[in-house]
């Protein structure tokens, strides 16, 4: 087995950056998920705001997130936001446990891809694991991959939402691929872990799965219920 690809996505709910490689931390990828987008309520995704997933982000040289080719910050990438996401909507940041979904990271397999036939993107992955076995990462939870370094621990399927039924390039919807994922997959996808020994990784690197007796820390951020503690000042004032 072997790294196929690399994600990062430096704005929660928004498009994915493409990586060569990438340092995996105790928090993730490093950069992943640095700002969210949010209202007077709290955070805003893609489960709710859908065309917030067809912006693209990259991380620029400096390290800061970037919206559509903008600082995160600035008022051009704060319009882009208000227009895909709704006038109540605004960019903030956070670096806390928090902002990820389930944990920090997320592993997909080239055969699951494959048998769902759909763009690997809608399941928003941080790494795509490639020549996995039909039905493997199925038995995966409560192992652990190694990847040079680093050791990422596998710690469940991963329940998946409405965000798969977006077309990450048009913001089109199809309801299709959640009922497929429902039918075939009994409603799992790719598969939640977190990084138990941080490294560098790179897209060819060979991958090994192997035991572990590891156990996650925190598990569930805001879409599970977690408190929102990331500031309520607008940004920018």
Not at 75 to 81: G, L, N, S
Not at 95 to 124: H, K, Q
Not at 201 to 224: C, F, K, N, R, Y
Request: hydrophobic content about 40%; charged content about 25%.
């Amino acid at each position: 087995m072997y790294v196929k690809n690399l994600w990062r996505y430096p704005v929660k709910s928004l498009g994915g950056e493409p990586l060569a490689s990438a340092e995996l931390t105790d928090d993730g990828v490093a950069g992943d998920r640095l700002v969210h987008i949010r209202n007077f309520r709290g955070p805003l995704t893609g489960r709710s705001r859908s065309r917030l997933l067809t912006i693209p982000a990259a991380t620029g040289p400096d390290g800061e997130p970037l919206i559509a080719g903008q600082r995160w910050g600035s008022p051009e990438a704060a319009a882009i936001v208000r227009e895909r996401g709704g006038a109540d909507a605004e960019p903030a940041a956070y670096a806390g446990p928090e902002r990820f979904d389930i944990l920090n990271l997320l592993v997909a397999t080239d055969s699951a891809v494959a048998a769902l036939g759909e763009d690997v993107r809608r399941l928003r992955p941080n790494l795509l694991i490639g020549d996995v076995p039909p039905g493997a990462e199925r038995t995966w939870p409560g192992r652990a991959l190694a990847i040079g370094d680093a050791l990422i621990g596998i710690h469940d399927l991963r329940a998946r939402c409405v965000v798969t039924t977006i077309d990450p390039d048009t913001g089109a919807q199809d309801v299709d691929v959640l009922r497929r994922i429902r039918d075939d997959f009994d409603g799992r996808l790719a598969l939640d872990c977190w990084v138990i020994r941080p490294g560098s990784v790179s897209v060819g690197d060979p991958v090994a799965l192997l035991e572990t007796d590891a156990e996650p820390g925190q598990l569930g951020g805001w879409t599970v219920g977690a408190p929102y503690l990331a500031g309520s000042s607008p940004v920018g004032r």
